[in-house]
C-alpha cells in the first residue's frame, strides 16, 4: 500500500490486514478480490462476503484503491468496491474519513452512488442508477442480501442516511 497509507494516516499499518475474497462478477463467473480493512473486522468482512458469495451477489470489480493512485473518485469512476484509503470524509474535510480507519467499504460505485443533500451524484455515471427499483445488476437495494449482510456483523448502510444517500458505503459506525 503506497498510495492509500502514508504518515499521519489515524491507523498504522501494522492494524491492516490485506483481504483475498471470492465474489461473483458482473460475467456471471467467479473472482477473486482484494480488499484492505482493519484487524478487528476482518472476520466479520470475511463471513459477509461468504455470505455474498453463496448468493452470487454480483460485484464489478475489487481491486486496493492503490491500482488508482489511492484517488477516490478514480476508483468509483472504475465502479471499484474498495476498503482502506487514508483520506478525510466527503463534506467535513477535517474529520478522517471511516475508510482512513479501515472500517468502510464501498460496493459497485456506480451502480451505487452518493448523492448529495443539494443532488449532486458521484461518481457521475451514478446518475443512471438513481431508481432504486431497479433490476440492474449489482444495485443495492434496503432489506436484500447485502445489506442484511453487513447488518448481520452490526455494520450501517448509507442508504439509510437521512440527508444525503451513500448507497455504496457500509460501516462499523455509521459514518
Not at 482484494?34 to 470475511?46: C, G, I, P
Not at 456506480?110 to 442508477?129: D, I, M
Amino acid at each position: 500500500m503506497t498510495s492509500s497509507w502514508r504518515p499521519g494516516c489515524p491507523v498504522g499499518l501494522g492494524d491492516l490486514r490485506l483481504l483475498r475474497l471470492s465474489f461473483w462478477g458482473f460475467d456471471g463467473a467467479p473472482h477473486t478480490g482484494e480488499l484492505v480493512v482493519h484487524r478487528s473486522v476482518a472476520a466479520d468482512v470475511v463471513a459477509v462476503f461468504g455470505r455474498l458469495f453463496d448468493r452470487r451477489f454480483p460485484i464489478h470489480r475489487m481491486r486496493l484503491v492503490d491500482a488508482y493512485r489511492g484517488d477516490d473518485d478514480r476508483s468509483m469512476a472504475a465502479d471499484n468496491t474498495s476498503g482502506f484509503n487514508c483520506r478525510r470524509s466527503v463534506g467535513s474535510p477535517n474529520e478522517w474519513s471511516e475508510h482512513s480507519y479501515g472500517k468502510a467499504i464501498d460496493i459497485n460505485p456506480v451502480e451505487n452512488p452518493y448523492v448529495s443533500s443539494s443532488g449532486s451524484v458521484e461518481p457521475p455515471a451514478g446518475r443512471a442508477f438513481l431508481d432504486r427499483s431497479s433490476s440492474a445488476a449489482g444495485v443495492i437495494r434496503s432489506g436484500d442480501a447485502m445489506v442484511r449482510a453487513f447488518r448481520s456483523v452490526g455494520w450501517s448502510w448509507g442508504g439509510d442516511y437521512e440527508r444525503s444517500k451513500d448507497y455504496q458505503h457500509f460501516s462499523v459506525d455509521g459514518r
